[in-house]
């Protein structure tokens, strides 16, 4: 198998495991713990805007190599394997639909701004002018 294939596969495997995680929330055998975390990891996977723009160099990319996958693997850990595995099947054969996740996008967007108006507000203090 060459690189590129096991990539794909990885990549695939990453996909089904998002939306088993944001099915793996909505479901009462679930903990509630889990549930956060699973849903936060799914939302901000499916989020279609990224805490770290794709456009900044290396670090633009650091969320979708390291962050989303450790969260992935954190929700997985937390999740009844049985549960998992249930959603895990449906997932895949759910189709090529890809959801979105627009709560998702608001939160990232929230702190954008968030981080906006506390590096303004710093700056003022500073008594710097913009």
């Known amino acids: 198998m060459n690189l590129l294939h096991r990539l794909r596969q990885w990549a695939r495997t990453l996909k089904r495991d998002v ?3 944001s ?3 909505q479901d009462p055998r679930v903990p509630w713990y889990a549930k956060v975390v699973a849903a936060s990891v799914a939302a901000y996977a499916l ?6 723009p794709d456009f900044i160099p290396v670090l633009g990319y ?7 996958p450790l969260g992935i693997a954190l929700a997985i850990c937390l ?5 998992l595995e249930e959603h895990r099947r449906a997932a895949s054969e759910g189709g090529g639909h890809q959801p979105r996740s627009w709560i998702g996008a608001a939160i ?5 701004i968030a981080f906006v108006a506390l590096s303004f507000a710093w ?7 913009i």
């Open 108 to 112: 990232i967007v929230t702190i954008w």
């Open 23 to 25: 099915r793996s929330a």
């Open 123 to 129: 700056i003022a203090q500073q008594g710097w002018s």
């Open 62 to 68: 650091l969320d979708d190599v390291i962050l989303v």
């Open 79 to 83: 999740i009844p394997p049985d549960v």
């Open 19 to 21: 939306v088993a995680l």
């Open 47 to 52: 989020s279609p805007i990224d805490l770290i």
